[in-house]
């Protein structure tokens, strides 16, 4: 596993530590959001590690989504699922209020904890200690 790969993943799980105390729900999204975020980063990280040995080019996009989608297939639902809330995220953080409510930022926050444990499983795998769900 790279170093940045993990780094990326336990900066997420911090994020999303952070994100179970949050008060308000819409931090609580927010920051589960930026763990997802983190957690795609470390899927990508893990690609570019692959592959290494192939010249590098500047990728056609820097929507995380995108990048880790293309990084790896198998993350294509995940990718859905995060592209399809990144209109809330940003609605958050420009201040809106009601954009998400406790229901809906504590099932978010749910779900951002088993994608970070299929990203976990995705390095495990990667890196030989471990086999991919």
Request: overall charge neutral.
């Amino acid at each position: 596993m790279s170093a940045r790969a993990a780094s990326l993943l336990r900066k997420a799980d911090e994020l999303l530590s952070g994100a179970a105390g949050a008060d308000a729900p819409g931090e609580r999204f927010r920051l589960s959001y930026l763990a997802a975020l983190r957690g795609a980063g470390a899927v990508v990280a893990a690609a570019e590690l692959r592959a290494a040995q192939r010249p590098k080019r500047r990728p056609a996009t820097r929507n995380a989504w995108v990048m880790m989608m293309r990084a790896d297939e198998s993350f294509a639902g995940w990718a859905d699922f995060f592209a399809d809330r990144s209109a809330a995220r940003a609605a958050v953080e420009a201040g809106v209020q009601r954009v998400v409510d406790t229901e809906d930022a504590s099932a978010f926050f749910d779900e951002v904890g088993l994608f970070l444990h299929d990203v976990e499983s995705y390095l495990s795998a990667e890196s030989g200690t471990g086999s991919r769900m």
